[in-house]
């Protein structure tokens, strides 16, 4: 089985390095600089990540799901469910974080509802069994994903099952049976991009995980869906702030006879 090297990234007045705990299971830690209020997309297919973040109270971080506006600051500890759809919104300046990273397969013993992490004073983990048990604590605050309206819900969830598919968006609007003008209204009130983006966006975090496992650049593009390199390149840059390149690993050891 091959291994692979922490990745490490710095690129003007963005820093962002992680290393391999387990298989799975990764510790990563971002400081990136914003010269203005900036607004960022994440999207977790099927992964998780539990954050923390440095920043000082006058400048939060709000992490915006649906309607939901939560202030991150200093001490306060975010977990982003898989399959959530969160809107970022960075102060002019810098914000520090560090997170855990777990990409599972199977997520019936994850929660599926983003939350606060009341009552740590730090945040380290050493292995997934820890990052679970964390997530079971019935103190957790959880904060509801999706929306209830059932446009929203069902065009949401079809993406999030499907978003690796090539149907063109106005096929998918048909096969669920929802008017395309009131499907791209509602979802664009409710997330605040169009589902085409939202699909894009999760391809990207797709890609992002294949490739930080030890997938090849070329091959993740293919396998979330898009159909030309080009558009994977420009969506990823656009969404990461960096070049799915920047996330390869490469192997340096083999247990393999």
């Not at 387990?22 to 914003?34: G, I, L, P, S, T």
């Not at 900036?38 to 923390?52: F, G, L, Q, T």
């Not at 809107?87 to 300046?93: D, E, I, L």
């Not at 949401?156 to 048909?174: A, M, P, R, S, W």
Request: with cysteine; glycine share 6%; net charge neutral.
């Amino acid at each position: 089985m091959n291994t692979y090297l922490p990745y490490r990234i710095e690129k003007g007045d963005y820093f962002l390095n992680g290393s391999v705990i387990e298989q799975n299971f990764n510790f990563m830690e971002r400081a990136e600089f914003f010269k203005n209020v900036a607004v960022k997309n994440d999207i977790y297919p099927d992964y998780s990540m539990i954050y923390r973040f440095e920043n000082p109270v006058d400048r939060p971080v709000y992490a915006i799901l649906g309607h939901k506006k939560i202030k991150l600051y200093s001490g306060v500890t975010f977990y982003a469910a898989p399959g959530c759809f969160i809107k970022w919104v960075y102060p002019k300046g810098l914000s520090i974080w560090k997170a855990y990273v777990y990409a599972h397969t199977d997520v019936k013993n994850i929660s599926k509802e983003c939350a606060l992490l009341p009552g740590f004073d730090s945040l380290v983990l050493e292995s997934s069994d820890e990052y679970i048990d964390i997530l079971s604590d019935k103190k957790l605050i959880t904060l509801p994903f999706y929306h209830k309206k059932d446009v929203t819900r069902v065009l949401g969830e079809y993406l999030l099952d499907n978003f690796y598919e090539e149907t063109d968006i106005l096929e998918v609007y048909k096969r669920l049976g929802i008017p395309s003008s009131t499907a791209a209204y509602l979802f664009g009130n409710i997330f605040g991009v169009s589902p085409i983006s939202f699909r894009n966006k999760l391809r990207v975090f797709e890609a992002l995980k294949l490739i930080s496992l030890g997938g090849g650049v070329q091959d993740a593009c293919k396998k979330v869906g898009f159909a030309s390199y080009t558009s994977f390149y420009r969506q990823f840059v656009s969404t990461l702030n960096a070049a799915p390149s920047d996330f390869l690993r490469y192997p340096h050891h083999s247990d393999a006879a």
